[in-house]
């Protein structure tokens, strides 16, 4: 048998294959595990200074909204109550205080506890209007008595979400009197916006979230600010970063984009500052390293492949090259086939043990072949005696028919369930039928019932007796109708 050079049934391109598939898992996965540890290197660095980024940002909006909640407070710890019933009085006392326009864009209001304002700041008709007191703010302030900071929300006569804080006022008994509010338009120059355009570059963004609002405060896409934050299992960082989580981490947002994110809470309210950049970005330095690592393992494959081939066919040919010759005389039609000689050992190793191996199957093969002879021979001749013996007892056999078919008398043998095994011509004209339509069949498909209980009885007796059995009987024969009465004579036939 000769093989191809692809022939997958060949040594040498299986071992090769095989070294090859060793060497290419273990020289791509090393290139593969290269680079994930590269990248979990990078994604550990770069997390570490999300962190800091998200704290540093958090820490500051920190700062602005103590230093506002403060401010309010003590503001409204110095207004005299009895300014609350002079609304030209508080109005010149908010006027007063240029501190107001820097800390908050969107004006300030002292707020009475049934929601009416009784100064603003601008003083303009539409922020005179009665506010909402179940207004979350305006509940901590005057029921509870505790300054708070609330949900960013579209207020009355304006387009662009808001961010209300507020503070109780209460008199010489420390009853709560009224509210002074602060609110801050988002999207615009607030001080939110300022620290985030502030730490936000072209690669990094940052997202507020309040998650008792379940409301982006504000980000670096001026699109998200006021709007609801992702539904659970969207962002799997985020659903972490909602459940109380600080630190960073690699997920699809709800657009889609793979980003790493890092959070970390704000103290003065139960938000948190979260630092988004795109893994794309992210990770471009190792991109165009990833490339080459690729690069330099195909060209090492591809050389890989080359030499293993060249080496294995190189080594096998000449190892192998004693077998292959032998096999190919084998292979050489002949008319004589005769076997190779002893093959040359030309190496120690597992080559050549399998050569020497091969030379004992040679010398085998030599023993058996003359004991095939022999064995050959001797059944040639066997042959002959056993192909005159069956000539002589087909000879015998058609005698012995010709002697049965000629007799007068009714032939025939059962079986010991009653079935036919063969009749004589004789028997047939009894039944009135051949005997291929006979044999196989029972008395009972040729007479009535009767007559043929009676010859089955006859039948089990010569069987039980074991010797001959005689019996008298009429019978007619259905071939011509007459009647004769017949002396029958039943043995039994025995195996060995």
Known sequence: MRFSALNWQSLKVRLTSLTLAILLATLWSHSFLS????????ERVLGNQQVQSAAIVANEIDQGLS???STLETIASGIPTDQLSNPQGL???????????????????????????LASLPPTPERMAPLDPLEATLVAALREGRSSVGRPAIGKGSDAPTLGMAAPIRDGSGRIVAAITGSTRLGQASFLDRLIARRSDSQIGFLVISPQDGVFVTATDPSRVAKPIPAPGINAMHDRYMSGYQGYGVAFNSRGVEELSAAQRVATTAWFVVSVLPTEEAFAPIHDHRRQIWLVTLFLSVLACALTWWVTALLLRKRLKPILAAAHQLETPSEHPTLPNHLPIVCTDEIGELVAAVNGLLDTA??????????????????????????RLAEVNAQLKTLIESLPDLLWMKDADGLYLACNTRFEQFFGARAADILGRTDYDFVDRELADFFREHDRRAMAKGGPSVNEEWITFASDGHRELLETTKVPVHDP
């Open 35 to 42: 680079y994930r540890n590269l990248r979990d290197d990078l």
């Open 67 to 69: 230093h506002r909640l």
């Open 91 to 117: 109005q010149a006392l908010l006027e007063s205080r240029p501190i107001f326009g820097e800390l908050f864009n969107d004006g300030v209001r002292i707020v009475a506890p049934d929601g009416r304002p």
């Open 366 to 391: 030599r023993d058996r072949e003359a004991m095939l002879r022999q064995k050959t021979d001797d059944l040639a001749r066997e042959h002959q005696i056993a192909d005159a013996y069956a000539s």
